[in-house]
């Protein structure tokens, strides 16, 4: 199992590879696009501004795009899972497309940034928060936000209601950071890692000629 943690000069690796290393995966970086040929699951990590996803060009986004077609899981952390997302009104820039919507700066009738610990309101079940309990704290670090939409899996309000995590088919994303969350957040990269495992797994098993080939779609 090889998990690609995509670095955009805009995110701790660090801190998120330790995460994961703490619930028994490893990760590799790809120094270019190519790279991401064979790897069972996507990361894309990031903190900052929306603009520093311009180095996530066309030879990544179609890299990443043709993996999720495949039924590669792809999970964002943050300004990963923003960059989800068609833009942001904080840069010029489009975002990957693979979630409907664009993400807006947090009222100001509230301090801005959102630091800190705040409470997820599950909307509705989803694999990458099983045994996560409505109302479990995670920790968040933003400015921008993305709208609830009906690929919304938990909600947070600060100053107003927007998505902490999404779901659409293969693809995840949370605006909190798991790594620093304790072990709720944990248990969420744990979950991931078992999607990409279960989703290698299907795809190792024989098929018959007359067998069609399965996703993990979900």
Request: hydrophobic content about 40%.
């Amino acid at each position: 199992m090889t998990i690609a943690l995509i670095d955009y000069r805009a995110g701790n690796l660090t801190s998120v590879r330790k995460g994961f290393a703490a619930v028994g995966a490893e990760l590799f970086t790809p120094s270019a696009a190519s790279d991401l040929a064979g790897a069972s699951g996507i990361v894309v990590p990031g903190v900052g501004h929306f603009g520093a996803t311009a180095f996530l060009d066309d030879a990544w986004r179609n890299e990443i795009r043709a993996a999720v077609a495949d039924g590669v899981p792809l999970l964002g952390i943050c300004l990963g899972l923003q960059w989800l997302f068609e833009g942001s009104e904080e840069a010029p820039l489009a975002g990957l497309g693979a979630i409907e919507g664009r993400c807006v700066r947090l009222p100001p009738i509230v301090k801005v940034p959102h630091v800190g610990w705040n409470s997820l309101e599950v909307v509705r079940p989803s694999p990458l928060l099983e045994g996560v309990a409505d109302g479990t704290q995670v920790y968040f670090t933003h400015s921008y936000a993305a709208p609830v939409t009906g690929n919304c899996v938990a909600a947070t309000t600060h100053g107003t209601k927007f998505a902490a995590a999404v779901q659409h088919a293969n693809v995840w994303g949370v605006q909190f950071h798991p790594e620093k969350s304790g072990r709720p957040g944990l248990r969420i990269l744990e979950n991931f890692t078992t999607l990409v495992r279960e989703r290698r797994t299907m795809n190792d098993e024989p098929r018959t000629s007359n067998e069609e080939p399965r996703t993990t779609n979900r």
